[in-house]
């Protein structure tokens, strides 16, 4: 090869956007070296072995041992190449799914928060709100008078299904009148989990906000049927308690921001 159609470091680290102090470590522990050294001591490289640098340095750069890959180098066949890398493919779709579900939690309580930080609490207010999936748990038995018996077979119940506990969840209230009669006692608990296999129609809803503990509503049950009748909404729907500002973000319990929702449509006109 002449000299004139090999690269200098510079020029070699600029085509493959690799650093230029990542090659000289490639080098001095043998991974990747210079087709040819300058009398200079200087590196030089061919446009060709950027194909191997680059796949080298997305090894590297996953977490493949400098050892496996020179042991991959020296003992050079489709069979070996192809195990280490399909070994390091699965642990990358392991994690790439464990990103993902990262990801969906935090997006979920981002969005409730945000929405907890625009809304006007005293206000009860119509709005077409879309699908949600939620996943449904078991239905609640409150006979013990221990609130948490029933949250926690819910999360028993989440754990089997294989549905990570630490998707927010909330409260389902099979109609209006078991939220009136029993607030803060849902029919049953749910996961808000984009995998859920219930859907929280889309429709339009009353919406209504109080500041509590969790199952202490106050009197929204009451401030809602009262819009609804004041504005000839009629209740068609199950309701929805959500926690939008919970222990993750106010050190008072007292100070929780609850929403609750519930679909509805106008009544006729006599």
Known sequence: MKDQDMLTIKEFSKLTCIKQSKLRHYDEVKLFQPIKRG??????????????VNLINVMHNVNIPIKKISEMKKQKS????????HKQELELNRELLNLHKAYA????YCSLI?????????AINSRRMAAMPIELGPANDFSSGYFYDSFFNFIGQ???????????????????NAFRNAPGRPTRFFSVVPTGRDIREA????????????????????RIQTYAKQHGFAFIGPVYEMYLHDEITVDDPEMYLIQAS???KKRKSR
């Not at 930080?117 to 005293?122: G, I, R, S, T």
């Not at 989440?158 to 209006?176: K, L, N, Q, W």
Request: charged share 20%; no cysteine; hydrophobic share 30%.
């Open 39 to 52: 009398e200079n001591g200087y590196r030089y490289y061919s446009a060709p072995q950027t194909i191997a």
């Open 105 to 108: 939690i935090l997006h979920t």
């Open 158 to 176: 989440m754990s089997d299904r294989r549905i990570d506990p630490a998707y927010p969840a909330g409260g389902f209230y099979e109609d209006i």
């Open 203 to 222: 429709g339009v809803y009353l919406v209504g906000y109080t500041r509590g503990y969790y199952g202490h509503l106050g009197d929204l049950p009451q």
């Open 262 to 264: 519930v679909q509805v």
């Open 78 to 85: 489709p069979e070996s190449v192809l195990e280490l890398l």
């Open 114 to 122: 945000r929405e907890g930080l625009l809304v006007d609490e005293k």
